[in-house]
C-alpha cells in the first residue's frame, strides 16, 4: 500500500533525530554519546583541579597584591599600588634579591661545573662504574628539606663530624664555623645543594653524552684531535642541548629557594640569607601581612616568566644552529 | 700530547683500569655517601645531649616516637598526604592523558598548554592564596586540602607523561575493544590502563616522593602541628629546643624520612630514570 510504504520515515522524522540515532546505526549518535562529549568528560577532573585550584589562586594572588589584606582579618579594602610601593621602599626587598641573585650564579657555576665532572667520570663502561653512578645519585632521592636537616647537624661543631677536626689536629683554634658568618653561611649551603643536586645533573649530562655517537669520535680520533680537543670541540658544542638545560633548572631552582635556607641558616646569621621566597614567607606569617606577600608573590612570578621567555628564547636559538 | 695508552674517545664502551682514576672517581663517591652514612650513625651513636648519652642503641628513635604527638601520628599524616596525592594525581592524569591522546574536543590544546603552564608559576607565588581559597572552603589544617595542593603541582608532568604512554599504544588495541561492543570507559579500564603501566608507576612514584618531601605546602597550609606532616615535624621538633639542641633525635628523624626514598629508588630504578629522561628530553 502506497501509504504503509511512506509511514516509516515519516515516523522517524517526527520522533526527532535520537530516535533516528537510536535507531539507525549509520546515523548521528546523541550528542553525550559522540567522542567529542566522551574526551571532554575525561579531560573534566583536570580542567577542575587547572581551573580552582591554579587560575583562580592566579587571579586570586593578584586582586590580594592591590588590596589590604591582614593575615588575621582578610580582605579590607582595595590600596593599589601601596604593597608595591611598601616593598620597594622598604629595606627587606633589595639584600633579598642581591643574595638570592648571588646565590644563584654560585650554585649554577659550582653545581653545573661538579655535574659535568661527575658525567664524564662515569660516562664509560667500567668496573665499578655502576657504584658509582649510584653514589653520586643517591643524595638526589632525598627531599630537600631532609637534605638540611641532616646537613645542619652535619655541620654542627657540636654534633658534626668535621667542624672540629682541625682544631683537633691543631690547625686551628677553635671549631670551623659552618653557619657563623654570612659567607660561610652561603657557601655551606652551596655545599649542601651541590651534594644534594650533583647527581641529578649528572644524569641529564649523561643521558645527553649518551647521544653522542661513537663515530664523531672514531673521526676525531683517525684526525689526530687530542683528547683536550675533543673535548672542546666535539663533546661541549654536541652537549650543549643538555647543559642549557641543567642551567634553567638550576636557575630557576635557586632563584626560588627556600627549604634549604628557612632549615639550615634560618636567613642568619643577621638576616643575611635571607632570599626573595622566604621574604614572603616572613610577609605573611611573621608581619601578618598578606597583600605585600601577595605582591612579592606576584613580583617573582612576572620575573620568573620574562626569564623563562629568555630561555626559551634562548634554547630555540641553540637548536638551530 | 702523547699519551702512554692509546688515544680513545669518550663513550667507547670500556676503559682501562688505572689508578688515578679510581683514587678521584672514589674519593668522590666517599664525600657523596658520607654524609649519608654518618646520618644513620649519628642517629644510634652515643653523644652527649641527646636521648642516647651512653653505648648504641635506639634512644634517638624512642625520643622522637614521644616527641609530641608522636613520631606514628607524624608518619600516619605524612602517608595519609603521599598516597593521598598519589590517587588523586594518578586518577587525574590517567582520565586526562587518555583524554589529550585519544579524543577531540574544543578548547584541548588550550587545556593542555594551561596544564604544562604550571610548570611555569613559581609554586611558593600559589601558595599564599591557595592558603587563603582553603581557608574559604574550611580547609585550613586538612590534610586533604594540602594533599589537592600537591597533586596540582604534580599534573604537569603527570599529564605530559600519561599522554605520551596513551600515544605510544597502538591503535588497533583500542579499536579491537571498541568494535567489540566494549564502551570508551571499559576499553580504558580493560585494555589501555594495562598498556600505560610503567608510565603510571613513573607518575606515581615521582608523586609519591614530592609529597613526601614537600616542605613549603604544609609549612604554611598546616598550622595544627598533630596534623604536620613528618618533614614539618623535625624540622620544628629541633627549633623548640632551644636550650639543648638534640641532634641526635634529628638525624633519627632524617633517617626514618630518607629510608623509603632509598627503598623506592633502589626497587624502582628503571622506572625513576625512565621518568626523568623523558623530562629531560622535553626540555
Same mark, same amino acid.
Given at each position: 500500500?502506497?501509504?504503509?510504504?511512506?509511514?516509516?520515515?515519516?515516523?522517524?522524522?517526527?520522533?526527532g533525530?535520537?530516535?533516528?540515532?537510536?535507531?539507525?546505526?549509520?546515523?548521528?549518535?546523541?550528542w553525550?554519546?559522540?567522542?567529542?562529549?566522551?574526551?571532554?568528560?575525561?579531560?573534566?577532573?583536570?580542567?577542575?583541579?587547572v581551573?580552582?585550584?591554579?587560575?583562580?589562586?592566579? $587571579?586570586?594572588?593578584?586582586?590580594?597584591?592591590?588590596?589590604?589584606?591582614?593575615?588575621l582579618?582578610?580582605?579590607?579594602?582595595?590600596?593599589?599600588?601601596?604593597?608595591?610601593?611598601?616593598?620597594?621602599?622598604?629595606?627587606?626587598?633589595?639584600?633579598?634579591?642581591?643574595?638570592?641573585?648571588?646565590?644563584?650564579?654560585?650554585?649554577?657555576v659550582?653545581l653545573?661545573?661538579?655535574?659535568?665532572?661527575?658525567?664524564?667520570?662515569?660516562?664509560?663502561?667500567?668496573p665499578?662504574?655502576?657504584?658509582?653512578?649510584?653514589?653520586?645519585?643517591?643524595?638526589?632521592?632525598?627531599?630537600?628539606?631532609?637534605?638540611? $636537616?641532616?646537613?645542619?647537624?652535619?655541620?654542627?661543631?657540636?654534633?658534626?663530624?668535621?667542624?672540629?677536626?682541625?682544631?683537633?689536629?691543631?690547625?686551628?683554634?677553635?671549631?670551623?664555623?659552618?653557619?657563623?658568618?654570612?659567607?660561610?653561611?652561603? $657557601?655551606?649551603?652551596?655545599?649542601?645543594?651541590?651534594?644534594?643536586?650533583?647527581?641529578?645533573?649528572?644524569?641529564? /649530562?649523561?643521558?645527553?653524552?649518551?647521544?653522542?655517537?661513537h663515530?664523531?669520535?672514531?673521526?676525531?680520533?683517525?684526525?689526530?684531535?687530542?683528547?683536550?680537543?675533543?673535548?672542546?670541540?666535539?663533546?661541549?658544542?654536541?652537549?650543549?642541548?643538555?647543559?642549557?638545560?641543567?642551567l634553567?633548572?638550576?636557575?630557576?631552582?635557586?632563584? /626560588?629557594?627556600?627549604?634549604?635556607?628557612?632549615?639550615?641558616?634560618?636567613?642568619?646569621?643577621?638576616?643575611?640569607?635571607?632570599?626573595?621566597?622566604?621574604?614572603?614567607?616572613?610577609?605573611?606569617?611573621?608581619?601578618?601581612?598578606?597583600?605585600?606577600?601577595?605582591?612579592?608573590s606576584?613580583l617573582?612570578?612576572?620575573?620568573l616568566?620574562? $626569564?623563562?621567555?629568555?630561555?626559551?628564547?634562548?634554547?630555540?636559538?641553540?637548536?638551530?644552529? | 700530547?702523547?699519551?702512554?695508552?692509546?688515544?680513545? %674517545? #669518550?663513550?667507547?664502551?670500556?676503559? #682501562?683500569?688505572?689508578? #688515578?682514576? +679510581?683514587v678521584?672517581?672514589? %674519593?668522590?663517591?666517599?664525600?657523596?655517601?658520607?654524609?649519608?652514612?654518618?646520618?644513620?650513625?649519628?642517629?644510634?651513636?652515643?653523644?652527649?645531649?641527646?636521648?642516647?648519652?651512653?653505648?648504641?642503641?635506639?634512644?634517638?628513635y624512642?625520643?622522637?616516637?614521644?616527641?609530641d604527638?608522636?613520631?606514628?601520628? +607524624?608518619?600516619?599524616?605524612?602517608?595519609?598526604v603521599?598516597?593521598?596525592?598519589?590517587?588523586v594525581?594518578?586518577?587525574?592524569?590517567?582520565?586526562?592523558?587518555y583524554?589529550?591522546?585519544?579524543?577531540?574536543?574544543?578548547?584541548?590544546?588550550? &587545556?593542555?598548554l594551561?596544564?604544562?603552564?604550571?610548570?611555569?608559576?613559581?609554586?611558593?607565588?600559589? &601558595?599564599?592564596? &591557595? +592558603?587563603?581559597?582553603?581557608?574559604?572552603?574550611?580547609?585550613q589544617?586538612?590534610?586533604?586540602?594540602?594533599?589537592? !595542593?600537591?597533586?596540582?603541582?604534580q599534573?604537569?608532568?603527570?599529564?605530559?607523561?600519561?599522554?605520551?604512554?596513551?600515544?605510544?599504544?597502538?591503535?588497533?588495541?583500542?579499536?579491537?575493544a571498541?568494535?567489540?561492543?566494549?564502551?570508551?570507559?571499559?576499553?580504558?579500564?580493560?585494555?589501555?590502563? #594495562?598498556?600505560?603501566?610503567?608510565?603510571l608507576?613513573?607518575?606515581?612514584?615521582?608523586?609519591?616522593?614530592?609529597?613526601?618531601?614537600?616542605f613549603?605546602?604544609?609549612?604554611?597550609?598546616?598550622?595544627?602541628?598533630?596534623?604536620?606532616?613528618?618533614?614539618?615535624?623535625?624540622?620544628?621538633?629541633?627549633?623548640?629546643?632551644? %636550650?639543648?639542641?638534640?641532634?641526635?633525635?634529628?638525624?633519627?628523624?632524617?633517617?626514618?624520612?630518607?629510608?623509603?626514598?632509598l627503598l623506592?629508588?633502589?626497587?624502582?630504578?628503571?622506572h +625513576? !630514570?625512565?621518568?626523568?629522561?623523558?623530562?629531560?628530553?622535553?626540555g
Amino acid at each position: 500500500m502506497p501509504t504503509r510504504a511512506a509511514d516509516p520515515p515519516t515516523r522517524a522524522r517526527a520522533a526527532g533525530p535520537k530516535a533516528a540515532a537510536r535507531t539507525d546505526p549509520g546515523r548521528r549518535p546523541p550528542w553525550w554519546r559522540t567522542r567529542t562529549a566522551k574526551g571532554i568528560g575525561y579531560a573534566t577532573p583536570t580542567a577542575a583541579f587547572v581551573a580552582v585550584l591554579f587560575v583562580l589562586p592566579l $587571579l586570586l594572588v593578584g586582586r590580594m597584591s592591590a588590596s589590604d589584606w591582614p593575615l588575621l582579618t582578610g580582605y579590607q579594602s582595595l590600596n593599589l599600588p601601596d604593597n608595591y610601593t611598601e616593598l620597594a621602599d622598604g629595606d627587606l626587598l633589595w639584600p633579598a634579591v642581591r643574595f638570592t641573585l648571588l646565590y644563584t650564579a654560585v650554585t649554577t657555576v659550582l653545581l653545573i661545573g661538579i655535574a659535568l665532572l661527575l658525567a664524564l667520570l662515569v660516562q664509560e663502561a667500567r668496573p665499578g662504574v655502576g657504584f658509582l653512578r649510584t653514589a653520586y645519585f643517591l643524595p638526589s632521592v632525598l627531599g630537600l628539606a631532609s637534605a638540611s $636537616l641532616l646537613f645542619w647537624g652535619f655541620y654542627s661543631p657540636s654534633a658534626g663530624p668535621i667542624a672540629a677536626l682541625p682544631q683537633r689536629l691543631g690547625l686551628t683554634d677553635e671549631p670551623v664555623s659552618f653557619l657563623g658568618t654570612p659567607t660561610a653561611a652561603l $657557601l655551606s649551603t652551596v655545599g649542601l645543594v651541590v651534594w644534594k643536586f650533583a647527581g641529578f645533573y649528572m644524569l641529564i /649530562l649523561l643521558v645527553g653524552l649518551q647521544s653522542i655517537g661513537h663515530d664523531v669520535y672514531e673521526a676525531a680520533r683517525i684526525d689526530g684531535a687530542s683528547r683536550r680537543q675533543t673535548f672542546r670541540h666535539i663533546t661541549l658544542p654536541l652537549l650543549r642541548p643538555s647543559l642549557a638545560l641543567t642551567l634553567v633548572l638550576s636557575v630557576t631552582g635557586s632563584l /626560588l629557594a627556600f627549604d634549604q635556607f628557612f632549615v639550615l641558616t634560618k636567613g642568619g646569621p643577621d638576616n643575611s640569607t635571607v632570599t626573595v621566597v622566604q621574604l614572603i614567607y616572613r610577609e605573611a606569617f611573621q608581619r601578618l601581612d598578606l597583600g605585600t606577600a601577595a605582591a612579592l608573590s606576584v613580583l617573582v612570578l612576572l620575573a620568573l616568566l620574562i $626569564l623563562n621567555a629568555a630561555q626559551f628564547r634562548g634554547l630555540r636559538r641553540s637548536d638551530e644552529s | 700530547m702523547a699519551s702512554p695508552s692509546a688515544p680513545r %674517545g #669518550p663513550g667507547r664502551p670500556t676503559g #682501562p683500569v688505572r689508578t #688515578p682514576y +679510581y683514587v678521584l672517581a672514589g %674519593g668522590l663517591a666517599v664525600l657523596f655517601l658520607f654524609p649519608l652514612l654518618w646520618s644513620a650513625w649519628a642517629s644510634v651513636a652515643p653523644a652527649p645531649g641527646t636521648s642516647q648519652d651512653s653505648g648504641y642503641g635506639l634512644g634517638n628513635y624512642r625520643a622522637l616516637l614521644e616527641y609530641d604527638a608522636g613520631l606514628w601520628r +607524624y608518619l600516619a599524616n605524612s602517608a595519609v598526604v603521599s598516597l593521598l596525592t598519589v590517587a588523586v594525581t594518578l586518577t587525574v592524569s590517567l582520565l586526562g592523558g587518555y583524554a589529550f591522546a585519544r579524543f577531540d574536543f574544543p578548547g584541548k590544546n588550550l &587545556l593542555f598548554l594551561l596544564t604544562l603552564a604550571i610548570l611555569m608559576v613559581p609554586y611558593a607565588t600559589l &601558595l599564599i592564596p &591557595l +592558603y587563603v581559597l582553603l581557608g574559604m572552603a574550611g580547609m585550613q589544617n586538612s590534610l586533604i586540602g594540602l594533599s589537592l !595542593v600537591l597533586a596540582v603541582f604534580q599534573l604537569p608532568f603527570a599529564t605530559f607523561m600519561m599522554r605520551i604512554s596513551f600515544e605510544a599504544v597502538p591503535r588497533e588495541l583500542e579499536e579491537s575493544a571498541l568494535v567489540d561492543g566494549c564502551g570508551t570507559f571499559r576499553a580504558l579500564a580493560r585494555i589501555m590502563t #594495562p598498556a600505560v603501566k610503567p608510565g603510571l608507576i613513573t607518575v606515581g612514584l615521582f608523586a609519591f616522593l614530592a609529597a613526601w618531601n614537600d616542605f613549603i605546602a604544609p609549612l604554611i597550609l598546616i598550622s595544627d602541628s598533630s596534623k604536620a606532616p613528618l618533614p614539618l615535624a623535625v624540622a620544628t621538633l629541633r627549633q623548640q629546643s632551644m %636550650g639543648a639542641i638534640d641532634y641526635g633525635a634529628t638525624e633519627a628523624g632524617v633517617t626514618v624520612l630518607a629510608v623509603p626514598c632509598l627503598l623506592l629508588f633502589l626497587l624502582l630504578q628503571r622506572h +625513576y !630514570v625512565r621518568g626523568f629522561m623523558s623530562g629531560a628530553l622535553k626540555g
